[in-house]
């Protein structure tokens, strides 16, 4: 581990002055650490209260993997964004998912980590590969590009 330039924590009140997500679509709780331009961990914990486990599925409830891609890029979102100049006037919009790969479910009571590293980062362009682990082995991993787009 590289000596982070960001060595405070970062909770979910800074997260939402980055990201216009809200529950029940914010899927990141907390940063841990940042290395501006470079990667970005971040952890969410998911409680049976989640309310897509009512669906998903009632008697084995498993987060849809869908929902962890869109954790991985809500990681990189606040990596592209975090100390971009006019963040507060920019939105983050997927371009595209490749090379997704699902390894083991993530069920009620598993705090996932959401690792980012930027590949290429271009004034309007990200490009991240994005992994979620629980309880240190792979849940599921993607390469995620991204445009960055006025508000």
Do not use: C
């Amino acid at each position: 581990m590289t000596e982070k330039s960001e060595a405070e924590v970062r909770d979910i009140g800074w997260i939402m002055s980055i990201l216009p997500h809200r529950y029940p679509f914010l899927l990141i709780d907390r940063v841990l650490e940042i290395e501006p331009r470079q990667r970005l961990l971040g952890i969410k914990n998911f409680t049976i209260n989640e309310e897509f486990f009512a669906g998903h599925f009632p008697d084995r409830p498993v987060v849809p993997g869908v929902l962890l891609i869109e954790g991985m890029a809500q990681a990189g979102g606040l990596l592209a964004l975090h100390d971009h100049p006019q963040r507060e006037n920019k939105l983050i919009y997927f371009a595209g998912i490749d090379r997704a790969r699902f390894r083991q479910p993530v069920v009620p009571g598993d705090q996932v980590e959401y690792e980012v590293v930027m590949e290429r980062l271009r004034s309007n362009y990200a490009k991240m590969i994005g992994k979620a682990r629980v309880d240190g082995k792979v849940a599921a991993e993607a390469v995620l590009t991204s445009v960055l787009v006025d508000r």
